[in-house]
């Protein structure tokens, strides 16, 4: 099956058209029709150059430029028009704008190459969902930090193994996810940082040999400088794989806090309720209320990471420059964009609404002698007990409360001082929990005041850029 009518932009040396599935797989209009603002603001750039360069006369780069800014307005207004016979957007762009302007479109392809244009739009396009996924992370760690700052001092247990390990604050807990947000908000602006430079006029993979001038169309697109290699320039995906990965890494962040959250909406944890407007009940089990929206963030991340993955794999065996794989770049990481939006957007709202059960958390925090290490800590200071042996001392009055069946605190001062004298006057260690957490004063400790004082660093910080 061979189509009959050559391709316009390219068909001059051959005889018939593709095949109709050469011409579905060869296509990527479907797809990255998602880029057509990006390659317009490229192809007026590009057309301002060569004019301003006089490798185009100035009436011809107007028409351009003018015609190219009506396209987008009329796509603004209809949308994307998708044929698969002009294969691409950028064929699209072109065709439709000698609709508007005649003859003289067929000059915008001067001194490029699809191989350079593409890689210029895409790079556009991620620097902008670099720019929303940093403001929608710096407006979810704002939630944080307002829940952090409510719930300095309420007392949860905090967990190693999954264990009872030490009780800490509600407020140290979320300010842990604060950080990790940073970094995430970090790793984007530092993906963006390397990637702002500009591939337009590396030409096909060689560059060209009219005068164009590079800085100009760097500037015009607000990246800092053109790409120093042609080569490079066209077989160049870092920039995706960078987002990717920063996407991958956000995202196994926000899977763990939904875990967490997973965790303790459970019965047997009781530590949050979710909102109506955050659950969703079962069609079988009326007392059902699920927290479906933290599950569907853990398995987002999965297919984040798997979306990475694929575009290493993608291009780990591509000679230089340009192959057509290359094409494969824009769906997983339109798809990783769109899973990584759904997901803070999720959670963010999800962290605003949620309701803390600080009664619960309290009573778990206290359970499974969970200021034993405060304990032992007690006799190194007060008794000047080396910390091997106060370990061993508070072992064995951990073994005493429990087979009293009582906490370390409900040990009596007879009880203790069968252990060991210098336990007798034990109940002058911070045994409460309270007394706990308000004595973890230590730079990123979970005090309430180490805890006000990170929030507040942690406000600082935002603020600076945002
Ligand atoms: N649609 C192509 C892509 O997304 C544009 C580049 C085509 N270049 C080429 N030499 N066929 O990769």
């Keep these: 099956m061979t189509g009959s009518e050559t391709n316009r932009a390219w068909g001059g040396r051959f005889a018939g058209g593709p095949a109709a599935v050469m011409a579905r797989i060869n296509a990527s209009i479907p797809f990255d029709k998602r880029l057509w603002r990006h390659d317009i603001a490229g192809s007026i750039a590009h057309a301002r150059m060569l004019g301003e360069t006089g490798i185009l006369a100035a009436a011809d780069a107007e028409a351009l430029v003018d015609g190219l800014e009506r396209l987008a307005a009329q796509w603004e207004a209809d949308g994307v028009p998708e044929d698969l016979a002009l294969e691409d957007i950028h064929m699209t762009v072109e065709a439709k704008l000698a609709e508007i302007v005649g003859p003289v479109a067929g000059r915008l392809h001067t001194a490029r ?89 590396a030409a096909a993979l060689a560059g060209t040999g009219f005068p164009i001038d590079r800085e100009l169309t760097a500037r015009l697109l607000g990246f800092d400088a053109p790409t120093a290699n042609a080569l490079d320039s066209v077989s160049d995906r870092d920039f995706a794989l960078d987002y990717l990965m920063a996407a991958t890494q956000c995202a196994l962040h926000l899977s763990r806090l939904a875990e967490e959250l997973v965790l303790w909406a459970s019965q047997p944890f009781r530590f949050v309720e979710l909102p109506d407007a955050w659950s969703t009940g079962s069609s079988i089990m009326p007392q059902k209320r699920n927290p479906d929206a933290a599950e569907l963030v853990r398995g987002h991340a999965g297919r984040i990471l798997g ?107 007879e009880m203790l001082a069968a252990i060991d004298p210098r336990l007798a006057d034990a109940h002058e260690a911070p045994l409460s929990v309270e007394a706990s957490v308000a004595s973890r004063l230590s730079e990123g400790g979970t005090a309430p005041a180490a805890v006000r004082e990170a929030i507040a660093a942690a406000r600082e910080r935002l603020e600076a850029f945002a």
Aim: net charge negative; with cysteine; proline share 4%.
């Design 113 to 201: 190459s699809r191989n350079d244009q593409v890689a210029t739009s895409f790079r556009l396009w991620v620097r902008d969902a670099i720019d929303a996924h940093v403001a929608a992370l710096v407006a979810f760690s704002r939630i944080l930090l307002d829940r952090a700052e409510a719930e300095a001092e309420t007392v949860m247990p905090g967990f190693t193994h999954l264990q009872v390990a030490q009780p800490v604050t509600l407020g140290h807990h979320l300010m842990a996810y604060v950080e990790m947000l940073w970094r995430d908000i970090d790793r984007f602006l530092d993906a963006r940082a390397r990637m702002n430079l500009c591939p337009l006029g």
């Design 307 to 413: 979306l990475m993955t694929g575009l290493c794999a993608t291009m780990k065996g591509l000679p230089l420059a340009y192959s057509k794989d290359m094409q494969d770049d824009k769906e997983p990481l339109f798809e990783a964009h769109d899973l990584l939006e759904l997901s803070i957007a999720a959670m963010a709202g999800m962290m605003a609404d949620i309701r803390f059960v600080p009664e619960r958390m309290r009573a778990v925090a206290a359970s499974g002698f969970s200021t034993a290490t405060d304990l032992a800590d007690w006799l190194v200071r007060a008794k000047g007990v080396p910390f091997r042996e106060a370990h061993h001392l508070t072992g064995r009055a951990v073994k005493a409360a429990e087979a009293a069946g009582v906490e370390l605190a409900g040990l009596s001062t």
